[in-house]
């Protein structure tokens, strides 16, 4: 038995123009977002991936296609705008049975940075993994356009990986500065061999900065 349910991604509207090439896997570059800044009037794809037998995708409440689904895809061709696309999935009877969403970030643009761990120990061999992101305030993630983010790290410890999970990608992971890949990145941090703060600063062009404080603690001994 297959999957149940309803999953929409949507293609980066930015391929006019380009020349597909193909290998032995056949597959577009879908992603779970639909904040595509700078593309509004470009046209894109929305593929939904659901067990239901027919869906239909709405772009701010205009359905652009109603199709039969085939081994559990449908793709639709419509055309990037800020606002919601909506999936809706449908029964034999052609009752509603899932429905999906995909909102646009807002205007506004931050960095939302998280870090795995509250505390390092200091010996030298303690990581903390941060995940940045450029989004709107309320966290969704700004997929397009790409943009360069800057890090700083200082005290009681050192950056060990700075990065994105682009495939194809010259920047070197000990750069101090890295362009995001669908508005993501990630820092590793290691910590030293004495206790104190360990400071994170990250900076973009245009956006307040954001500094991650770390306590690196001594182990105590009885």
Same mark, same amino acid.
């Given at each position: 038995?297959?999957?149940?349910?309803?999953?929409?991604?949507?293609?980066?509207?930015?391929?006019?123009?380009?020349?597909?090439t193909y290998n032995s896997y056949l597959w577009?570059?879908?992603?779970?977002?639909?904040?595509?800044?700078?593309?509004?009037?470009?046209?894109?794809?929305?593929?939904?991936?659901?067990?239901?037998?027919?869906?239909?995708?709405?772009?701010?409440? %205009? *359905?652009?296609?109603?199709?039969?689904?085939?081994?559990?895809? @449908?793709?639709?061709?419509?055309?990037?705008?800020? $606002? /919601?696309?909506?999936?809706?999935?449908?029964?034999?009877?052609?009752?509603?049975?899932?429905?999906?969403?995909? %909102? *646009?970030?807002?205007?506004?643009?931050?960095?939302?940075?998280? @870090?795995?761990?509250?505390?390092?120990?200091?010996? $030298? /061999?303690?990581?903390?993994?941060?995940?940045?992101?450029?989004?709107?305030?309320?966290?969704?993630?700004?997929?397009?356009?790409?943009?360069?983010?800057?890090?700083?790290v200082s005290g009681a410890g050192t950056l060990?990986?700075?990065?994105?999970?682009?495939?194809?990608?010259?920047?070197?992971?000990?750069?101090?500065?890295?362009?995001?890949?669908?508005?993501?990145?990630?820092?590793?941090?290691?910590?030293?061999?004495?206790?104190g703060e360990l400071r994170v600063t990250l900076?973009?062009?245009?956006?307040?900065?954001?500094?991650?404080?770390?306590?690196?603690?001594?182990?105590?001994?009885?």
């Open positions: 038995m297959g999957p149940k349910g309803l999953w929409l991604a949507a293609q980066v509207p930015i391929h006019r123009g380009v020349i597909p577009t570059d879908t992603v779970d977002s639909w904040s595509f800044e700078g593309c509004e009037g470009e046209p894109t794809y929305v593929d939904v991936y659901t067990d239901a037998a027919e869906a239909e995708v709405f772009v701010n409440g %205009r *359905s652009v296609g109603r199709q039969a689904v085939c081994d559990y895809f @449908a793709k639709f061709p419509c055309t990037y705008e800020a $606002g /919601e696309v909506v999936a809706v999935g449908y029964d034999e009877q052609g009752h509603e049975v899932y429905r999906n969403s995909l %909102r *646009s970030a807002a205007p506004e643009t931050c960095l939302h940075v998280r @870090a795995d761990r509250s505390s390092l120990a200091a010996n $030298g /061999e303690d990581f903390c993994f941060i995940d940045i992101a450029v989004a709107d305030t309320e966290g969704i993630v700004k997929t397009w356009p790409e943009r360069q983010v800057n890090i700083e060990a990986g700075f990065g994105s999970a682009n495939h194809i990608n010259a920047e070197k992971f000990n750069n101090t500065h890295h362009l995001t890949y669908q508005g993501r990145l990630q820092a590793v941090i290691r910590s030293g061999v004495t206790g900076s973009c062009d245009g956006l307040d900065p954001v500094t991650m404080v770390i306590p690196v603690e001594e182990e105590k001994h009885e």
